[in-house]
């Protein structure tokens, strides 16, 4: 294997896995730390954590685990895959993950932070981070039910959850090129400043970040930082040519959102155009007063792409949050779509779109998944992936087109 990725969510190493299968690599992306050896053929391996906002103890753990099995199965370089909007609270988890994992690696190489990925609108300017045309703090991250982005500067952010002061590259010295954008990542390392944010704002500037950070053991970012690797371990004759082939499925489809983001509160309102869907209330669940078997029924009886969502707009959240609890209530919602996600597949479903990072990896443990094989893009940073008979689409809360549902639908059949 030559390059090993930590990603601290489902639907996030989903995307990586894409990047790098887009790539040329042979890419699969593991759910959890694998039991056994890798398979030598695979030459990108992506171990997919729910560490994102659990206790910081938690995540390090964890993520230390995976770190040792990529070791063992002899990556020459490791990425910590995480959200492109940098989800995480004034604790962590992403300072206290990448402080672990420089410490276990023993590297004193600079360790890039770039969390950009052009495609979905996500830039990084002067340090801060932009969500299209809007600071990451004005664009509806604000509200986030769990990781709320109160802070565009992620110099001042990732400085709360570390013990180290944080670096910075700007994009004028990126856009001299790879030579002055690695002499200026060394000199923040030479001057206390291992961890360095590096601005980026499109394609060509990720290609000249990777080119700049090659041989650096350590990279910390979105799914967009991986762009340029695959032609760097080509270049080296690490990598050869590889022909991707997919197989989609034919069975019945069911979507399932969680998410509560506003770009799927509008893919989900696009999505009422064109097939049937059920809201579960939030006040039954806490009740105990509706099972998963409700909505099962429901969906199979349904015409179409049948759609199960909680998604609702920040008031409602908030209101339920304040009610019952903001953990109890995500973690009624994510234990009901994993119920719900297994009693659909065992009843026949062959393709599964679901809908927001938490609710995508209570799905992929809930149906007990080990390892995904990466297939065609839907959207930019969500591919369809393979397990078994099983095709389905992961994708983060912010990511998709407003036709998403339908388009996924699509381009996971045959």
Same mark, same amino acid.
């Given at each position: 294997m030559i390059l090993g990725a930590i990603g601290d969510d489902f639907t996030g190493s989903s995307d990586l896995g894409l990047m790098l299968a887009d790539g040329g690599m042979k890419t699969v992306q593991y759910v959890g730390v694998p039991d056994g050896p890798a398979d030598p053929a695979v030459e990108a391996g992506v171990i997919a954590l729910k560490s994102r906002s659990i206790p910081v103890e938690d995540a390090v753990r964890q993520s230390l685990e995976a770190l040792e099995w990529l070791i063992a199965a002899g990556c020459k370089q490791f990425l910590f895959k995480i959200c492109s909007t940098f989800d995480s609270t004034p604790e962590g988890n992403i300072g206290p993950v990448t402080e672990a994992l420089v410490k276990r690696l023993g590297t004193q190489m600079p360790v890039v932070v770039c969390p950009v990925f052009p495609a979905t609108g996500r830039t990084l300017y002067m340090g801060h981070l932009f969500v299209n045309d809007a600071l990451l703090s004005e664009s509806g991250l604000e509200n986030h039910p769990i990781n709320p982005m109160t802070d565009p500067d992620i110099r001042r952010w990732l400085a709360r959850q570390t013990t180290t002061p944080i670096g910075h590259v700007p994009l004028p010295r990126v856009r001299f090129g790879a030579g002055a954008c690695r002499a200026a990542l060394l000199n923040e390392r030479d001057e206390g400043r291992q961890i360095a944010i590096v601005d980026a704002i499109d394609d060509h500037d990720l290609e000249v970040i990777a080119e700049a950070a090659e041989g650096f053991p350590l990279l910390v970012g979105g799914s967009g930082i991986a762009l340029g690797l695959p032609d760097l371990f080509r270049r080296s004759g690490l990598i050869g040519a590889n022909v991707a082939t997919w197989d989609g499925a034919e069975g019945r489809a069911v979507a399932l959102s969680g998410s509560c983001s506003k770009a799927t509160r509008a893919q989900v309102k696009e999505h009422a155009a064109i097939g049937p869907q059920r809201k579960?209330?939030?006040?039954?669940?806490?009740? /105990?007063?509706?099972?998963?078997?409700?909505?099962?029924?429901?969906?199979?009886?349904?015409?179409?792409?049948?759609?199960?969502?909680?998604?609702?707009?920040?008031?409602?959240?908030?209101?339920?949050?304040?009610?019952?609890?903001? !953990?109890?209530?995500?973690?009624?919602?994510?234990?009901?779509? /994993?119920?719900?996600?297994?009693?659909?597949? !065992?009843?026949?479903?062959?393709?599964?779109?679901?809908?927001?990072?938490?609710?995508?990896?209570?799905?992929?443990?809930?149906?007990?998944?080990?390892?995904?094989?990466?297939?065609?893009?839907?959207?930019? /940073?969500?591919? !369809?992936?393979? !397990?078994?008979?099983?095709?389905?689409?992961?994708?983060?809360?912010?990511?998709?087109?407003?036709?998403?549902?339908?388009?996924?639908?699509?381009?996971? /059949?045959?």
């Open positions: 579960i209330d939030t006040d039954e669940v806490m009740a /105990g007063s509706v099972s998963a078997d409700t909505f099962v029924d429901w969906a199979l009886a349904a015409d179409g792409l049948p759609l199960v969502y909680s998604s609702d707009d920040p008031e409602a959240v908030a209101a339920a949050q304040k009610k019952y609890g903001g !953990a109890k209530v995500a973690h009624a919602l994510e234990n009901l779509f /994993g119920e719900i996600a297994r009693g659909l597949v !065992a009843k026949g479903v062959e393709r599964l779109i679901v809908a927001g990072g938490e609710t995508s990896g209570a799905v992929v443990t809930a149906l007990d998944l080990d390892a995904l094989e990466i297939g065609p893009k839907i959207d930019p /940073g969500v591919p !369809a992936v393979r !397990a078994g008979n099983l095709v389905l689409a992961l994708k983060s809360g912010n990511f998709g087109a407003p036709d998403f549902f339908d388009k996924a639908m699509k381009v996971m /059949g045959r």
